[in-house]
């Protein structure tokens, strides 16, 4: 299996880091797109600084943004009480 390969153990722990691959499957966009907002400066959030080359952000950093954009439209909708 290759390292890009997405698992069931890809899970994304909004408490902790979120990877490249794990961020892609996320928003449903291909990593080309996202390396190149984060180059471009216009990527939402930006990514920690690591110990290496690979691409992450900060849990609570992404969460906090996806909870602003409010919902999806494939989300489900949320029953009024």
Known sequence: MSSDTVTDDDAI????VIMLRQ?????????????LRVREG??????????DSRLRWWG??????????G????APAKEEP
């Open 42 to 51: 216009t990527f939402p959030v930006p990514p920690l600084r690591g110990v």
């Open 13 to 16: 722990d909004f408490d902790g």
């Open 23 to 35: 961020l892609c499957r996320l928003l449903k966009t291909g990593d080309d797109v996202i390396r």
């Open 71 to 74: 919902p999806t439209p494939d």
């Open 60 to 69: 609570p950093a992404v969460k906090k943004w996806l909870d602003a954009q």
